[in-house]
């Protein structure tokens, strides 16, 4: 059984930070993608930053509303992705929720796991 676990939401004044971390447990092989999406009230799910484990180097991506605001970094050891928000706008306030492509044993292909989410406001 694979769990993902975010923590780290909560309530903070816009231009103030917050770090959100997503731990992934359980029977795992590999991790070979973890992805931030968020969720606001009424809107669509987007991604906000994606980690990508490469052969030779490992690749971030980032929304065009993230970039140069928020990084995306991960521990490979402890199987955790993290997301560090900065300068947070009320346009951030949303249910964030972290996913990972996880392969349960060598040469197996990869499944799509979810977290349950965790809400960040933004307001004054």
């Known amino acids: 059984q694979v769990q993902l676990v975010e923590s780290g939401g909560g309530l903070v004044q816009p231009g103030g930070s917050l770090r959100l971390s997503c731990a992934a447990s359980?029977?795992?092989?590999?991790?070979?993608?973890m992805v931030w999406y968020r969720q606001a009230p009424g809107k669509q799910r987007e991604l906000v930053a994606a980690f990508i484990r490469g052969a030779r180097r490992d690749i971030t991506n980032y929304a065009n509303s993230a970039k140069g605001r928020f990084t995306i970094s991960r521990d490979n050891a402890k199987n955790t992705v993290y997301l560090q928000m900065n300068s947070l706008k009320p346009e951030d306030t949303a249910v964030y929720y972290c996913?990972?492509?996880?392969?349960?044993?060598?040469?197996?292909?990869?499944?799509?796991?979810w977290g349950q989410g965790t809400q960040v406001t933004v307001s004054s």
């Open positions: 996913n990972a492509a996880i392969s349960l044993r060598p040469g197996a292909r990869s499944y799509d796991y």
């Open positions: 359980g029977n795992i092989f590999s991790i070979n993608v």
